[in-house]
């Protein structure tokens, strides 16, 4: 992602308000990483995007309260329940008239997602429609692998992603930092997947989709989702510098996800399992320095 002007002094901050998959998590043994379905924050400097709507959005909402810009750019990865059904739940900016909440979605052949938002928020499925909600929606369609550029300036590049029905992934730079998110992808074969792999390459972060264990991948092979040993394959043949697994299975225990992130970390040191309202930042660099990492980043995989 890229943007003009004095925000180019700030750095880039990511933050997760959501990380668990298809269904939410509850219960003693799901406190550490969390309960809420797919939402991330991330700040380009002041410039703020939100990445999908799952539960997780309803606390994003409730913590920023008043201090969300008039203008949200929801950029979602595609439509399944998981990554919208907190929509309706984002406080305050859905009850706040002042407020435009601008989603972008890649996986339908270029139309946007009001058609399929529509019918999903609509009786008998949910009480109302999002046009009765105060703040206004604006729908914009795109097809992934189209860079989306934004009116003050920002660019944020996309990537199709292998999952039933479509998915997109995002790549943000700025500052000369850059973090990507590919979430609900299934990996393929042979790995990596070239495209995504020069999508990922130097990149200081990727999250991705680590929903099941190896040994839990032949029975689910053709649900679209992958696991943590294909993201480090991923972010070592890239020169990626960190990698964090979302998408959690919601079976998946504290306990569990712990040994796993600490199989993981011997892998590949600085990989984490993500956790709700865990926060990253990288601090901005000069554009001549970041090359440089990047370069030396790549060789040493190569």
Same mark, same amino acid.
């Given at each position: 992602?890229?943007?003009?002007?004095?925000?180019?002094?700030?750095?880039?901050?990511?933050?997760?308000?959501?990380?668990?998959?298809?269904?939410?998590?509850?219960?003693?043994?799901?406190?550490?990483?969390?309960?809420?379905?797919?939402?991330?924050?991330?700040?380009?400097?002041?410039?703020?995007?939100?990445?999908?709507?799952?539960?997780?959005?309803?606390?994003?909402?409730?913590?920023?309260? %008043?201090?969300?810009?008039?203008?949200?750019?929801?950029?979602?990865?595609?439509?399944?329940?998981?990554?919208?059904?907190?929509?309706?739940?984002?406080?305050?900016? /859905?009850? %706040?008239?002042?407020?435009?909440?601008?989603?972008?979605?890649?996986?339908?052949?270029?139309?946007?997602?009001?058609?399929?938002?529509?019918?999903?928020?609509?009786?008998?499925?949910?009480?109302?429609?999002?046009?009765?909600?105060?703040?206004?929606?604006?729908?914009?369609?795109?097809?992934? #692998?189209?860079?989306?550029?934004?009116?003050?300036?920002?660019?944020?590049?996309?990537?199709?992603?292998?999952?039933?029905?479509?998915?997109?992934?995002?790549?943000?730079?700025?500052?000369?930092?850059?973090?990507?998110?590919?979430?609900?992808?299934?990996?393929?074969?042979?790995?990596?997947?070239?495209?995504?792999?020069?999508?990922?390459?130097?990149?200081?972060?990727?999250?991705?989709?680590?929903?099941?264990?190896? #040994?839990?991948?032949?029975?689910?092979?053709?649900?679209?989702?992958?696991?943590?040993?294909?993201?480090?394959?991923?972010?070592?043949?890239?020169?990626?510098?960190?990698?964090?697994?979302?998408?959690?299975?919601?079976?998946?225990?504290?306990?569990?996800?712990?040994?796993?992130?600490?199989?993981?970390?011997?892998?590949?040191?600085?990989?984490?399992?993500?956790?709700?309202?865990?926060?990253?930042?990288?601090?901005?660099?000069?554009?001549?320095?970041?090359?440089?990492?990047? /370069?030396?980043? /790549?060789?040493?995989?190569?």
């Amino acid at each position: 992602m890229t943007t003009r002007g004095p925000l180019m002094e700030a750095g880039l901050t990511l933050r997760f308000w959501g990380v668990r998959g298809s269904t939410c998590a509850s219960g003693p043994e799901f406190v550490e990483f969390g309960g809420h379905t797919p939402c991330v924050e991330v700040r380009c400097g002041e410039r703020l995007f939100v990445i999908d709507a799952g539960t997780g959005i309803n606390a994003f909402g409730a913590h920023h309260r %008043d201090r969300l810009p008039q203008r949200v750019d929801l950029l979602l990865s595609h439509l399944h329940l998981d990554h919208v059904g907190g929509l309706p739940f984002m406080k305050p900016a /859905v009850l %706040d008239p002042s407020r435009e909440i601008h989603t972008w979605c890649g996986n339908l052949d270029g139309a946007s997602a009001a058609e399929p938002l529509g019918r999903l928020f609509s009786p008998p499925l949910f009480p109302i429609t999002l046009d009765v909600l105060p703040a206004r929606f604006v729908h914009h369609g795109f097809k992934a #692998g189209e860079s989306l550029t934004f009116p003050d300036g920002a660019v944020v590049d996309t990537i199709p992603l292998e999952h039933p029905q479509g998915a997109t992934g995002y790549r943000f730079r700025h500052g000369g930092r850059s973090a990507c998110y590919i979430s609900d992808l299934e990996h393929s074969e042979p790995w990596p997947d070239p495209a995504l792999l020069d999508f990922v390459r130097g990149t200081d972060l990727v999250i991705y989709d680590g929903m099941f264990t190896q #040994g839990e991948y032949p029975a689910c092979r053709g649900w679209g989702h992958s696991t943590w040993q294909k993201g480090v394959e991923l972010c070592r043949a890239g020169g990626v510098g960190r990698l964090a697994i979302v998408h959690l299975y919601p079976q998946h225990t504290d306990a569990l996800l712990r040994d796993l992130e600490g199989q993981m970390q011997a892998d590949m040191p600085g990989a984490f399992v993500a956790r709700e309202r865990q926060e990253i930042t990288f601090a901005a660099v000069a554009a001549e320095s970041s090359r440089r990492r990047r /370069v030396a980043r /790549v060789a040493a995989v190569a």
